[in-house]
T-cell receptor
Framework: GENVEQHPSTLSVQEGDSAVIKCTYS??????FPWYKQELGKGPQLIID?????GEKKDQRIAVTLNKTAKHFSLHITETQPEDSAVYFC???????????????FGKGTHLIIQP | DSGVTQTPKHLITATGQRVTLRCSPR?????VYWYQQSLDQGLQFLIQ???????AKGNILERFSAQQFPDLHSELNLSSLELGDSALYFC????????????????FGNGTRLTVT
């Protein structure tokens, strides 16, 4: 099945600086790559996603880049703020055995800490 | 607010017991997914239902089962509970059968925290 590796597991940055989280995936057939933010006591919230025919997507202070050849994608957060502190998960689609539908495999998460 | 509703928020029970977790998907979503989140295993896919039918199975134990009802709400049943079943259980929903995609993203509820003592 699909394997998604996510690094780093913990990232501490000064408020106002940028943060980058990287993921690699194993299944070359993966075609959709969402990122989720999980705050304490809440479920993962979709913050940005990209499909395989797009190399980069930006939404205000967050951006995602995808390199299909290298099978890696990254989340970039600029001008970090205290409310960006959370756990971030990357994910990639994979085809269920038997075909017909896709599932999502998640990375293990990155705990982002914004230092004031 | 994702629109996915899960109850209860917290559940404390003893080993050997059986519990039922409930989920209502977002309005218009036909697919329901169940995930287990533990500290060491991350988010693990358990099972997917689409319009009342089981669609795919992940790492779901035989002691666990689920169903989706005609009104599209879903229940996850956990039986013969063990200490190791303590975890957060998330329900998520999407619009289509084909799974999460750019046009049909996956949205999560806030989970049920299960503690087995």
């Amino acid at each position: 099945g699909e394997n998604v590796e996510q690094h780093p597991s913990t990232l501490s940055v000064q408020e106002g600086d940028s943060a980058v989280i990287k993921c690699t995936y194993s299944d070359s057939a993966s075609n959709y790559f969402p990122w989720y933010k999980q705050e304490l006591g809440k479920g993962p919230q979709l913050i940005i996603d990209i499909r395989s025919n797009v190399g980069e997507k930006k939404d205000q202070r967050i951006a995602v880049t995808l390199n299909k050849t290298a099978k890696h994608f990254s989340l970039h957060i600029t001008e970090t703020q205290p409310e960006d502190s959370a756990v971030y998960f990357c994910a990639a689609t994979f085809m269920y055995s038997g075909g017909g539908a896709d599932g999502l495999t998640f990375g293990k998460g990155t705990h982002l800490i914004i230092q004031p | 607010d994702s629109g996915v509703t899960q109850t209860p928020k917290h559940l404390i029970t003893a080993t050997g017991q059986r519990v039922t977790l409930r989920c209502s998907p977002r309005s218009g979503d036909l697919s329901v997914y169940w995930y287990q989140q533990s500290l060491d295993q991350g988010l693990q896919f358990l099972i997917q239902y689409y319009n009342g039918e089981e669609r795919a199975k992940g790492n779901i134990l035989e002691r666990f089962s689920a169903q989706q009802f005609p009104d599209l709400h879903s229940e996850l049943n956990l039986s013969s509970l063990e200490l190791g079943d303590s975890a957060l259980y998330f329900c998520a929903s999407s619009r289509t059968l084909q799974g999460p995609s750019y046009n049909s993203p996956l949205h999560f509820g806030n989970g049920t925290r299960l503690t087995v003592t």
